[in-house]
């Protein structure tokens, strides 16, 4: 048997000074990928770099500023060589009632959703108890905001990020990226116009605790595992749209998602059952599917803006996998 090693002391410092900002650094780079998992990938990577060159911080700037711009260019390095990630409604208007079409692995790139445990606060955290900090974290990271995203030129993505997001300095940004504080600062007002032509505004979202947004998702899950349309009309508000990865075309308007849903979707009472989480910091659900078998399998997850005056939108992500990446198991009894 090989002895255990104890960490060098190097290694604790390291690990003591830098592991209180990987959830983070995990919500950055998502933000500017668009998939929980790449982000994942890239902060190893990013703390790879940081071991490799920590004998050379010298602490001239403070450890969330010097991990931060590693993390940074790592996205940015990462972005050269992938497709950005959209939903449906980034690809083309809404459909014209045709049945829904799947897209290949091969034509598109889907944006994911993030599982809020994944990024929660913990006990180290200095703004675990910021309620401020909580509430920007939360918008910085809905679905809408996230898919906007996606559709700047990159470093214009950082930007943003950067400095509406982290709220780190001109200064700070244009050393991040090797770059001056006026070409940040241009670069800041062209990224805001092209994501307010995007993405206009959080529509008044509700958090997911409020009892209102748990209400509507219990009203749609309810809806769902019932096949009933009728309860679906209660929960949607008159505009709400549909979407769902892989599929191409999305629906607007609630006659449209409700006919798509009952034609297509809801079979009969028992098919689906759905279990109820959050991510994006917004209310949704795992979701499972009866098979052939009668056996209730995982299908993927669905992601809910709930508004005062009901769901806006509903956006479905069509893998099975994330269930076990929401901390659920693959098959449930019943």
């Not at 050393?175 to 995007?198: I, M, N, P």
Request: net charge negative.
């Amino acid at each position: 048997m090989t002895p255990h090693r104890p960490a060098a002391p190097d290694e604790e410092r390291f690990t003591a000074e830098t592991g209180r900002f990987r959830r983070e650094l995990l919500a950055h780079c998502y933000r500017m990928v668009g998939s929980a998992h790449d982000a994942e990938d890239l902060v190893q990577e990013t703390y790879l770099r940081a071991w490799r060159a920590y004998a050379g911080f010298e602490g001239r700037a403070s450890t969330r500023t010097w991990l931060h711009r590693i993390a940074t260019n790592v996205c940015l390095t990462a972005l050269e060589r992938r497709p950005i990630r959209v939903l449906p409604s980034g690809l083309a208007g809404p459909s014209d009632g045709r049945p829904p079409e799947p897209g290949t692995p091969d034509e598109v790139a889907w944006l994911g959703p993030l599982p809020d445990t994944w990024i929660a606060p913990s006990a180290e955290d200095p703004t675990a108890d910021d309620p401020a900090a909580v509430v920007v974290g939360r918008e910085s990271l809905r679905l809408a905001l996230i898919a906007g995203l996606q559709h700047l030129p990159a470093r214009q993505r950082a930007i943003l990020v950067l400095r509406d997001v982290l709220a780190f300095s001109a200064a700070e940004t244009a050393e991040f990226l090797d770059t001056t504080t006026a070409a940040v600062k241009s670069g800041l007002q062209r990224a805001r116009a092209r994501l307010g032509e995007r993405d206009p505004g959080s529509d008044d979202l509700l958090a997911p605790t409020d009892p209102r947004a748990r209400a509507l998702l219990d009203g749609y899950i309810t809806a769902f595992e019932r096949s009933d349309a009728r309860l679906l009309e209660q929960v949607l508000r008159a505009d709400a749209t549909l979407e769902a990865t892989p599929f191409r075309d999305w629906q607007a308007g609630r006659a449209r998602c409700l006919h798509a849903l009952d034609a297509y979707v809801l079979g009969t009472p028992g098919d689906w059952r759905m279990l109820p989480t959050t991510a994006n910091g917004q209310p949704a659900a795992v979701v499972y599917h009866r098979d052939a078998e009668g056996v209730l399998r995982a299908d993927g997850a669905v992601v809910l803006a709930a508004t005062a005056t009901g769901v806006s939108r509903v956006v479905k992500f069509h893998d099975p996998a994330l269930a076990t990446a929401f901390g659920f198991p693959d098959v449930i009894d019943r």
